[in-house]
């Protein structure tokens, strides 16, 4: 198992069931109150506590010109000097007689409960803050070192808690090579004053995490599988001998598999009598009845594992993967998702590969959805994560067929291959290249969609269709094909069906049309969402998942030290 995360047995499960309660606001409240609510600008203040202001903002300026608080990394540090500087310095948490309670407050409650989007409580400066607001609260005659020191540990605190939300608190490089979507091009420090000039901090702090429905799925699933380790999380299945419906069964296999699925929440209909599935399996009590292999094959659908209601090798496995297993997955790919611009913008497509997924996005809605088929698991045919902007298509296009595929399957099989295959040698660039002509058998079918990129990857039709019927779709070289293209076609262009029919199938050959408007096509890698409500663990196709759960992992479950931290500044914060 990648990773592992450290049970807070030392301080009691209750208190630690206490510190992950979670609630999430729908998207629609978090933006709705951003959106509407009055704005806020620090006090200009003479005094505070009768300190002068002069010499709290002199204490500040020592501060900020000394190295970053422990914890509070180079550009979080900068982002917390750059909203200063925007303020020209002025106390941001302080009014005349302290701190400013409700804000101080809606900070450190977000800080408190950055478990709730998985994110690790250790990589802020509790104990520092802490013990900087401990100093000034209750404290009639608080000193201009004092005070400086609570301002400016609560705006560090706040720049890092605000980028983390928005960019993710692991750079992707640092554990995926193939990840070129770069949340980092976010204006952070945009972000940050806009996020500070709203009153309701609370609600402000809320609109930098991922506003989407899966992500928000995905909150309320971290919650459920938190509470489903702490219970002990479910019972191994006793490893078998591959089980077919209506075929014998250990009874202590099916005990033991039905108690697994009933933890995870998959139902299990009750069997009807002697419905065994096959006549002369005799003993309903030792059968692997249809209800159970309909349960199977649900776990199956949402595990990333091909359907066939087969208790066989690699269902048990994943079965018996344990809860905190899942959860290091919840939150790896929660991680993911920051990892993702904060706006995808109006009118969009967006692929996920271990998903084999396209929908395409219209003012907030999904206009579209289908199935797709991408690159194989090995070798350099592995789709990469990257975003573009789609500017055209072509119908009934040439493959050219990339130099490095022609060297390895093509030309070692010979010209009568190429004559079988409607193919020709061409030569471009000085080099001699092979295209195959457009035609039913294309590999392009007859539709291509272009969003000019490094990687050479693009989507298209195929004449292969029964592919689509496979539940893992890793057929490809890369390019990814669409299952409906027409329909694609339709959203791109916004031409009528026959229109599009008539281009696909009788119209001129390699005829390029322009899109009215680009459109942004975002390809990305998430192995754990929500589908119809429901939580899927998808195909972990290119094995990205054990690096990013060995570093986000242990923020899954909080360490004891972390609680302990945590509930030492609720106390302060209380007072």
Known sequence: MPTSISYARSIGILAVAALLGVSACSRGEADTEAETAKAWAPEQLKVVNEVPATAIMAAMETKLAEAAPRTIDREQWSHTKALYKAYGTKPLWLTPKGLHDARTRALTDAILAVHSDAMRIDDYPIPRLAAALAAVKGNPNPTAEQLAEADVMLTASYAALGEDLLTGQINPKTVSKSWFVDPR????????????????????????????????????????????????????????????????????????????????????????????????????????????????????????????????????????????????????????????????????????????????????????????????????????????????????????????????????????????????????????????????????????????????????DTPNRELFKEDVRAFSHGCIRVERPDRLANFVLGWEQDRIDEAMNRGPSDRTVKLPRKIPVYIAYITTYMRGGQLYFGNDLYSRDDRLMDVVGPAAMPTPQAVQAVQALRRIADR
């Open 185 to 460: 091009e976010e204006n952070v420090d945009s972000a940050l004053a806009r996020g500070l000039r709203i009153d309701a901090l609370d609600r402000s702090l809320a609109t930098m995490r991922p506003q989407d429905p899966d992500y928000r799925g995905l909150r309320l699933e971290l919650d459920r599988y938190r509470k489903l380790v702490l219970a002990g999380g479910w019972p191994r299945v006793p490893l078998t001998e591959s089980v077919k419906p209506g075929e014998r069964i250990s009874p202590a296999v099916a005990t033991a598999l039905r108690a697994r699925l009933t933890a995870q929440g998959f139902e299990i209909a009750a069997a009807a009598p002697g419905d065994t599935g096959r006549r002369q399996v005799a003993a309903p009590a030792a059968t692997y009845d249809r209800a159970l292999a309909a349960a199977v094959a649900e776990f199956q659908a949402r595990s990333g594992i091909v359907v066939d209601s087969v208790l066989g090798g690699e269902t048990l496995e994943a079965l018996n993967q344990p809860a905190q297993y899942r959860l290091a997955q919840i939150a790896a790919n929660m991680e993911r998702y920051r990892w993702l611009p904060r706006s995808l913008g109006s009118r969009y497509i967006f692929v996920n590969v271990p998903a084999f997924r396209l929908e395409a996005w219209d003012a907030g809605k999904i206009a579209l959805e289908m199935k797709v088929i991408v690159g194989q698991e090995y070798e350099d045919r592995a789709t990469p994560v990257f975003s573009d902007s789609m500017e055209y298509v072509v119908f009934r296009p040439y493959w050219l067929v990339p130099p490095n595929v022609a060297e390895k399957e093509i030309f070692p099989k010979g010209p009568g291959y190429l004559a079988a295959n409607n193919m020709e040698i061409y030569t471009a660039g000085g080099e001699t290249r092979v295209r195959q002509r457009p035609g039913d058998d294309n590999a392009l079918g007859q539709i291509k969609f272009m969003f000019p990129n490094d990687f050479a990857i693009y989507l298209h």
